[in-house]
């Protein structure tokens, strides 16, 4: 492996060590303590001891960590603010803030606490930033494709670097026993169920009900990285379909067996063989999560996870295999277009052993394992999106040719890499890429359109947040005269269709200034997977405010998770502060961003250089509108940082 091909392979580790050297360095740093007057520090009493690790800015009323915050003295009263901007606040007029005629902090519609997004001066730098990086990026991408061109036909590009992760010790055999699965399968069941208990018998106040925070801000907020490091790796332990193939099968682990199970082994309908239901289902479940507010109902969150298990146990007791998972589970098909970015994949090692394999029992399965639940042949497999992780390929390979590989971010947009033969192949290096016409090679509408979509809700769920969304919502429904909920889906369907609108309009530019590449169809199909990380790495930056500020208080809720006044583990009295001060979150969430631009301008570069091989400055001319695509959901994703956020989840 080349120089350049262990730096691809790292890059995303990299990344990871950066943003928690930027959380370690952002709550060990020394700040100063601004001392207004010359009053002692009065010192907390003894029932206050245990929670003077915490305290709550009177300015914007954020939980912050006391050792890790900027902190100013007045009148003997020692306050902690969680940025510069609120400490120097209170610092112009403390009157406002502390004392007697001192206002509230703000607080959100449902009592949470308003966020600060981040600041002017950042802000604007950040947009700097995108446009410099856009035309810098672009002009060197372009200088990059035309010395690839002039290489060698037989060179190596760095994103054909592979590691193999398992080899052929310990962990391979971990991965081929099927009881390090189903032992983790066991956990990820045991919560689901903890998660029903709780929304349907805990306490309905969601201060005192563990389901909402461990569903929507560990879980659905935490997931997103999951996907990034380790592709679908929640679908190898997701509880919906644990339950069901447990419940299908009789057995808790294994192939069926002799007597089969329990599934009619229906085929799937033909016309449904897409992932329409799946996006469908996206864009229900985005709608009832944010226009039905039921994040902050623990009996509607505990319905609407039954609802998931009803719908994977009805599948898999009517149809063959797992075709819920394949074509109608949103977790999964959400996961698998962002796992295409993921950096490990479950590929072939040894193309030499499939090609003379005759049994194919890594799509039909044997006596130590089912065939892909999937319909994944492994042989030709060459994207992430529809496998599941599950290993089975792993186990039942007579010629033990298939493993889990490191691999660059983004692989599986950019090329379709083609393993070596003979002893590289053992090593998990790889050979010369063949360029693709699209990470969508069959041209297929569905993954496109969720593509689109998955930014356009991503961004739509950050509007809502704003302290000004129920202001915009409430003139709408006025102006309309038609109720809030039918006023919050009109604008929701408007979300939905001004970027698919917009991202096809400069589809149709590209495909006049490229000329005869598939039309405008081929062209915003294509093109679809630049936006994929644009889309991902601010889903990221947004979900990060949750997990980070509001994850925490799932330390508390451990200990009394029905809210019956338990304290299992004596953290329920805790008041458990952020991981992160919010300077520190701002950075991380710019440089998240900068990111998936940056891929974005990346991945376009090469999806036009594979259309257009041949004439550089058509190829030039014709990315220009998908240039500008690129700016303005990264422009639009910068100012939704920018704006303050009501962290509803936090009134828990």
């Known amino acids: 492996m080349s120089a350049r091909g262990r730096l691809a392979v790292a890059f995303p580790w990299l990344v990871l060590a950066i943003t928690i050297g930027v959380i370690v360095w952002d709550q060990t740093r020394t700040r100063e303590t601004i001392v207004l007057d010359a009053s002692p520090v009065a010192a907390p009493d003894g029932a206050a001891t245990a929670a003077a690790a915490v305290a709550v800015d009177p300015v914007c009323g954020m939980d912050v960590r006391r050792s890790a915050s900027y902190r100013v003295v007045h009148e003997g009263v020692e306050l902690a603010f969680c940025s510069t901007y609120c ?77 193999d992760l398992l080899g052929r010790g310990v962990l391979y055999r971990l991965v081929r026993s099927p009881l390090p699965r189903f032992a983790a399968q066991v956990v990820s069941a045991s919560l689901f169920i903890l998660v029903i208990v709780a929304g349907l018998f805990g306490h309905q106040n969601p201060a005192m009900n563990i389901a909402p925070l461990l569903t929507w801000t560990i879980w659905w907020a935490g997931l997103i990285f999951v996907i990034l490091y380790a592709g679908k790796a929640f679908c190898t332990v997701c509880p919906w379909d644990a339950i069901a193939t447990w419940i299908e099968r009789l057995r808790p682990w294994g192939p069926r067996g002799e007597g089969g199970g329990l599934s009619l082994g229906l085929r799937w309908p033909r016309r449904l063989r897409n992932i329409w239901p799946a996006v469908i289902l996206f864009v229900l479940l985005t709608w009832v999560e944010l226009g039905l507010g039921i994040t902050m109902i623990p009996r509607a969150t505990a319905w609407l996870a039954l609802g998931m298990l009803g719908m994977a146990v009805g599948s898999i007791l009517l149809f063959d295999r797992k075709a819920f998972c394949r074509y109608g589970c949103l977790v999964g098909q959400v996961s698998g277009l962002y796992a295409q970015f993921s950096s490990i994949e479950l590929r072939v090692t040894d193309p030499t052993a499939c090609a003379t394999c005759t049994t194919m029992d890594c799509y039909k399965g044997n006596e130590r394992g089912e065939g892909c639940p999937t319909f994944e042949f492994p042989k030709t497999m060459n994207r992430s999106t529809y496998c599941t992780l599950c290993t089975e390929c792993i186990r039942t390979c007579p010629h033990e040719s298939i493993s889990i590989r490191a691999r660059p971010w983004a692989a599986d947009l950019v090329a379709d890499p083609v393993a070596a033969s003979g002893p590289k192949a053992k090593t998990g290096a790889v050979g010369p890429l063949r360029p693709v016409r699209s990470v969508l090679p069959t041209g297929r509408s569905d993954e496109a359109t969720l593509a689109v979509v998955l930014l356009s809700m991503t961004s739509f769920h950050g509007l809502t947040m704003t302290p000004s969304w129920p202001r915009w919502n409430e003139a709408i429904a006025d102006f309309a005269g038609v109720a809030i909920s039918i006023s919050f889906a009109a604008v929701m369907l408007v979300a939905i269709i001004v970027p698919i609108a917009l991202f096809w309009a400069l589809s149709a530019a590209s495909a006049a200034l490229l000329g005869e ?80 631009h940056v891929y974005g301008l990346w991945i376009s570069e090469r999806i036009t250089r594979a259309l257009v091989p041949d004439d550089r400055r058509r190829a030039f001319v014709g990315q220009l509108p998908m240039l500008a695509a690129m700016v303005v959901f990264s422009v639009v994703s910068l100012w939704l940082l920018y704006q303050p956020m009501e962290m509803r989840i936090s009134a828990m």
């Open 517 to 596: 590449v598939g039309g405008v169809r081929g062209v915003f199909f294509r093109y679809a997977a630049a936006l994929l990380p644009i889309a991902l790495f601010y889903h990221l930056a947004h979900n990060a405010e949750h997990l980070l500020v509001e994850g925490p208080k799932v330390l508390a809720l451990a200990s009394d998770p029905f809210g019956w006044g338990w304290n299992l583990f004596g953290t329920a009295g805790w008041s458990v502060p952020p991981l992160i001060t919010l300077e520190g979150l701002w950075v991380i969430q710019v440089l998240f961003v900068v990111i998936g």
């Open 87 to 163: 400490r120097d606040e209170l610092v112009a007029s403390p009157e406002k803030f502390v004392g007697a005629s001192a206002a509230a902090a703000p607080v959100a519609a449902d009592g949470g606490h308003t966020m600060r997004g981040i600041p002017a001066w950042l802000y604007q730098l950040s947009l700097a930033l995108i446009i410099v990086l856009s035309f810098g990026t672009f002009e060197l991408l372009s200088w990059l494709g035309s010395r690839r061109d002039g290489a060698a036909a037989t060179e190596t590009p760095a994103t054909a670097a592979r590691v």
